[in-house]
């Protein structure tokens, strides 16, 4: 293993500024999902607002100190009471893609944020 000091996925896309850039267009597009839009409704704006900043900012590397207890407790009424599955964590899953993508974010850094996401998925689905 390569023991440089590598600046994190977060610094490298551009930290809090690339976060806040990101934010507006993935939250268009997950509120325009017919496959997940449901699950924001009744979800206060603000809380939607901070969902997309924390996700992203987790996405991002920026954010190592989220537990796997937290979110699975920030889930489980959607897993339990919503039917949250791995169908619906796909399409945010694309969701975060296509919204880099069209940022341009390069694909080697947007593998890396798909990476991060999905390493906590069986948190995110209770499993
Ligand atoms: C990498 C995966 C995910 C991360 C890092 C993440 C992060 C979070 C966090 C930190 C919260 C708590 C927000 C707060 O209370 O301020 C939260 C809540 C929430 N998440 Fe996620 N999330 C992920 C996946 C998903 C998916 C796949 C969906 C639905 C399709 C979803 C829908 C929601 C909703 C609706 C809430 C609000 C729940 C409520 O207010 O009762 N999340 N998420």
Known sequence: MDTEEKPTLFDRIG???AVD?????????????????????????????SHQKKFLT????GSAGYSGKNMRAAHKRLVE???????HFQAVMENLG???????????????AAAIAHSTKDDVLNK
Do not use: C, W
């Open 98 to 112: 296509a919204t880099l993508q069209e940022l341009g974010v390069p694909d080697d850094l947007i593998g890396e």
């Open 21 to 49: 850039a990101a934010v507006d267009l993935f939250y268009q597009k997950v509120l325009a999902d017919e496959r997940i839009k449901h699950f924001f409704e009744g979800v206060d704006m603000k809380r939607q607002a």
């Open 15 to 17: 930290g809090e500024a």
């Open 81 to 87: 009471d919503m039917g949250l599955n791995e169908s």
């Open 58 to 61: 987790f996405a991002f590397g």
